[in-house]
């Protein structure tokens, strides 16, 4: 243990073989010659960018690594990868370093689990998707043959209440790790209430850092877009590789709101769930839309990770398939049983199709906290700390 006047720092000598747990590569060859700072397309106000978070797993220094904003500056496009002299894949290692971070942000050790033991992870995801399937059944009712009365089949109310319920649980494991991470980015980076909201220019300059951090990089994956996929190998623009994670996302958001304004309006009493609408009624559009981005975002993306098709799919972990495959399930078949409801007579898998459907999407938002979904909470976090410094620096500057 190092101490100093103002600060103490924890050397924790098992934090690189913990890192090794969650896939980090091979990086005790890392001399810190800066080649990767050199090609990082993100890296041009910072000259230690990524280099820095391998030197903390070099020497232990967990408490640096899971307050490091850098940390989830990383987009893992590879291109530091392939001109690392020691191959040292420094794009892969801040990947795993990114998982250990999720897991150390969740109390419950599910992340830990799912990342750490596969074989376990992946039995338990199976037993979720069970449980929601055998729970939804067990209070099913009857098939009707002449149209897919799906809601006669599992009651509205039940898939209500169960959503709620797991979105509660889902918020409050969201927001435990989401407030640790920011706790100890504030402490580090010496951000306090006064200096968020304490007078106008601060609040000002928060609003600025949530602009960026949230509509910019995460919505509309600005550096994503524009540095990171600027030196990659050309490729058609629909197999792009930021178009397709932002299809995933839009996607995956518009089905979500689609889903919340479906829930709304019968709250209110403007439609009842499950009522016959046109295929252009706009919550039925909307899910449609975002069905076809998803599918189709997701879709490539397995095809890529399967082909490891560019320098950032190289290598692929079970978590990296999990989540694509739960987003996968849950995408096509909401697609097969919007089919089926617009069918005259309903073919009884239909209601198969939607109770695996039903299950599936529960499973994925119930986990969300514990897997590679996670980045989508704790990246905009990041990047708030990432544009706050950023600010002080030019106004310092
Ligand atoms: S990861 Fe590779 S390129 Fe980066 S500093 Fe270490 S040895 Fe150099
Ligand atoms: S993977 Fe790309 S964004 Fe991440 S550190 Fe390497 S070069 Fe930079």
């Not at 991470?181 to 909201?197: K, N, P, Y």
């Amino acid at each position: 243990m190092t101490a100093t006047a103002a600060t103490v720092t924890t050397v924790d000598l098992g934090l690189y073989p913990e890192l090794q747990r969650y896939g980090a590569t091979d990086v005790s060859a890392c001399f810190s010659c800066g080649t990767c700072t050199a090609s990082c397309p993100l890296s041009q106000t910072d000259s230690t960018f990524p280099r820095r978070i391998i030197r903390y797993a070099q020497v232990g220094m967990k408490d640096a690594l899971l307050t490091s904003k850098e940390l989830w500056s990383c987009y893992q496009c590879g291109e530091c990868a392939e001109t690392c002299p020691t191959q040292a894949d420094p794009s892969e290692f801040m990947a795993a370093a990114r998982r250990y971070a999720i897991a150390s942000y969740d109390r419950t050790r599910i992340a830990r689990t799912m990342y750490t033991r596969p074989l376990l992870g992946t039995a338990f995801a199976v037993l979720v998707a069970m449980f929601f399937a055998l729970f939804m059944y067990s209070a099913h009712g009857p098939q009707s043959g002449e149209s897919l009365a799906i809601f006669a089949f599992i009651p509205e109310e039940l898939i209500h209440n169960t959503g709620v319920a797991v979105m509660i649980l889902v918020t409050l494991a969201g927001l435990s790790g989401v407030a640790s991470m920011a706790r100890g980015m504030a402490r580090r980076e010496g951000v306090g209430w006064r200096s968020l909201f304490g007078s106008r220019p601060a609040l000002a300059r928060s609003a600025r850092a949530a602009w960026f951090a949230i509509a910019r990089e995460s919505l509309a994956q600005e550096r994503f877009r524009t540095e990171c996929e600027a030196d990659a190998a050309p490729v058609a623009w629909y197999r792009r590789r930021w178009l397709l994670h932002a299809m995933t996302v839009w996607g995956f958001l518009g089905l979500f709101g689609a889903t919340l304004l479906d829930y709304g309006f019968a709250l209110v009493g403007l439609k009842a769930t499950g009522t016959p609408v046109p295929l252009w009624y706009p919550i039925r559009l909307l899910g449609t839309v975002s069905g076809v981005l998803l599918v189709y975002g997701v879709t490539s993306l397995i095809v890529q990770r399967y082909q490891a098709a560019n320098r950032s799919v190289k290598r692929s972990t079970t978590a990296d398939w999990m989540l694509l495959g739960l987003l996968w399930v849950t995408g096509v078949t909401g697609f097969v049983l919007e089919l089926a409801l617009y069918l005259p007579s309903a073919p009884a898998c239909g209601y198969w199709v939607f109770l695996v459907h039903v299950a599936v999407a529960m499973e994925l938002m119930l986990l969300a906290p514990f897997m590679k979904l996670a980045h989508a909470i704790y990246r905009p976090v990041a990047l708030f700390f990432v544009a706050l410094a950023q600010s002080s620096a030019e106004g310092d500057a």
